[in-house]
T-cell receptor, first 116, second 113 residues
Framework: GAVVSQHPSRVICKSGTSVKIECRSLDFQATTMFWYRQFPKQSLMLMATSNEGSKATYEQGVEKDKFLINHASLTLSTLTVTSAHPEDSSFYIC????????????FGQGTRLTVV | GESVGLHLPTLSVQEGDNSIINCAYSNSASDYFIWYKQESGKGPQFIIDIRSNMDKRQGQRVTVLLNKTVKHLSLQIAATQPGDSAVYFCAETDGGSQGNLIFGKGTKLSVKP
């Protein structure tokens, strides 16, 4: 079945540093990928829509200069949290609907980011 | 922005009983709905989906009911097992299977052995 791989699964970084999270579709192509953030005991909130070969679309209230998204190929999207602060600590999850298939989007396993 | 200080609604059931988890959605234009199961520290796991031209769909031990009149979605789990313990989210989109999903608040299901 279709698989979305997200890496790393856990990361701890110091305040002020940047962290890159990768989202790969392993056996299908995805022109669109979605990035979500989930705080403890809360639901998933859409942060941005990553579009292959073009700029990402950000949801209201999400800083595009802080959460850099790159979707350079049909199988890889990256989210870089720049100048991370403790309030950025969260669970980040990507999803990818298979291109050309009328089937549900597949989710990565998530990345637990802790900023200290 | 995100809500602060929320606790997930919890449904506690006895092993072997049926579970019903409810969800109210907001967008009357939504045409595709999915139920996800999320275990602690993991990404959402697809359970079952339904399109707006249907009002019921059955899977293995699970049934989803859609009431578009009142914008309500429910997930029924038959013969609930301890392995079903997790947080369950409904999600909606108006972009079909390719659209971005808007997630509901989630319900924590606890199954007592």
């Amino acid at each position: 079945g279709a698989v979305v791989s997200q890496h790393p699964s856990r990361v701890i970084c110091k305040s002020g540093t940047s962290v890159k999270i990768e989202c790969r579709s392993l056996d299908f192509q995805a022109t669109t990928m979605f990035w979500y953030r989930q705080f403890p005991k809360q639901s998933l909130m859409l942060m941005a829509t990553s579009n292959e070969g073009s700029k990402a679309t950000y949801e209201q209230g999400v800083e595009k200069d802080k959460f850099l998204i790159n979707h350079a190929s049909l199988t890889l999207s990256t989210l870089t949290v720049t100048s991370a602060h403790p309030e950025d600590s969260s669970f980040y999850i990507c999803s990818a609907p298979p291109q050309g298939l009328d089937t549900e989007a597949f989710f990565g396993q998530g990345t637990r980011l802790t900023v200290v | 922005g995100e809500s602060v200080g929320l606790h997930l609604p919890t449904l506690s059931v006895q092993e072997g009983d049926n579970s019903i988890i409810n969800c109210a959605y907001s967008n009357s234009a939504s045409d595709y709905f999915i139920w996800y199961k999320q275990e602690s520290g993991k990404g959402p796991q697809f359970i079952i989906d339904i399109r707006s031209n249907m009002d019921k769909r059955q899977g293995q031990r699970v049934t989803v009911l859609l009431n578009k009149t009142v914008k309500h979605l429910s997930l029924q789990i038959a013969a609930t097992q301890p392995g079903d313990s997790a947080v369950y989210f409904c999600a909606e989109t108006d972009g079909g299977s390719q659209g971005n999903l808007i997630f509901g608040k989630g319900t924590k299901l606890s199954v007592k052995p």
